[in-house]
């Protein structure tokens, strides 16, 4: 491959350490190669005043990305996988999921070390129906304001405005090196308490269908195992029509040979979660699965009646 390779990003900082390790990744392949860095600011990124769900429509971190790939400006692009659509743009595809950091939310705190610790009242930011959702759930007395921002955005924050603590992906902060930092107060959030985003952890490396050299380059850094879960994922995210608008959330683990998906929808207003847990072995048909049981078991409506009021 004799051309220099262009690799869409976004511009906030976590966005550019995960494109700068995907291609340090694909350097350890092919140590020849040439990569440059097309940094591009998304919908996402420009409307920070409002939470996520009122923001509208679907792929508000990807859409301009994808548009550079339809049009041949990038070769490939990096996002995180919990950001991209269950539907792609036409004529892309998902080149390369590297292996999963951790999928798991967690809470950063300004002086206590644990939820526990917290005061009754306790203001905690996130833009995030599906993280607020269980974490009232968790504690009835938080109050739950709206954070926006990249990271480093939030994490100042903070530290800086009327927050207690703030809830965060862990592969985040991994991610940019921030988990082990001393000053740092933070507690991960299991599964059994927040349930994580759809894909969240992983990262998703789209380029074009038609392009088989950068499809065969991707290939060498996609890791099989992190594949198999995420597809379940995204069989559940793709069957409900889920978006930011919706609290859902969806998470599965793989078993030997089986994947074993937990499913989530809230009703935000009474607080009812519909819940499901799926094992088979075939990721689409467990993730299709769990969609249909939680829809027939209530959650349709939920979804029908906050896309309305959307």
């Known amino acids: 491959m004799s051309r220099k390779i262009i690799v869409g990003s976004r511009k906030s900082k976590l966005a550019l350490t995960q494109t700068n390790w995907v291609i340090q990744e694909l350097k350890k392949k092919r140590p020849e190669l040439e990569f440059q860095i097309y940094e591009i600011i998304t919908k996402g990124d420009k409307i920070l005043d409002v939470t996520l769900n009122k923001v509208g429509g679907k792929g508000l ?3 301009e990305v994808e548009t550079a790939l339809q049009t041949g400006e ?4 990096v996002h995180s996988m919990k950001d991209v659509p269950a539907q792609l743009a036409a004529e892309l595809t998902i080149g390369a999921i590297p292996k999963r950091e951790s999928p798991f939310d967690c809470l950063v705190f300004d002086q206590v070390d644990h939820w526990d610790q917290l005061p009754s009242g ?3 930011g996130t833009s995030s ?3 607020a959702a269980q974490l009232q759930r968790l504690r009835p007395d938080f109050q739950i304001r709206s954070i926006r921002g990249n990271i480093d955005t939030r994490l100042k924050k903070l530290h800086e405005e009327a927050f207690d603590a703030i809830v965060l992906a862990e592969a985040g902060l991994a991610r940019m090196g921030w988990l082990n930092h001393a000053k740092l107060k933070w ?3 299991p599964a059994e308490i927040c349930l994580p985003a759809v894909g969240q952890g992983a990262l998703a490396v789209e380029c074009r269908e ?9 290939a060498s850094i996609h890791d099989v195992e992190t594949a198999f879960t995420v597809r379940a994922e995204r069989a559940f995210l793709k069957r409900l029509d889920g978006g930011c608008e919706i609290p859902l959330a969806g998470f599965a683990e793989k078993h030997d040979t089986q994947v074993r998906l937990r499913g989530m929808v809230a009703e935000p207003e009474s607080g009812t979660f519909y819940r499901t847990i799926k094992i088979g072995s075939d990721p689409e048909q467990v993730g299709v699965l769990a969609a249909e049981e939680l829809l027939a078991s209530g959650a349709e409506k939920v979804i029908r009646e906050l896309k309305q009021n959307d």
């Open 74 to 77: 990038i070769d490939f692009a």
């Open 122 to 124: 306790a203001i905690i």
């Open 187 to 189: 507690a991960s959030l």
């Open 210 to 218: 038609t392009d088989l050299e950068i499809r065969q380059l991707l």
């Open 129 to 131: 129906l599906r993280r």
């Open 61 to 63: 971190f990807v859409s």
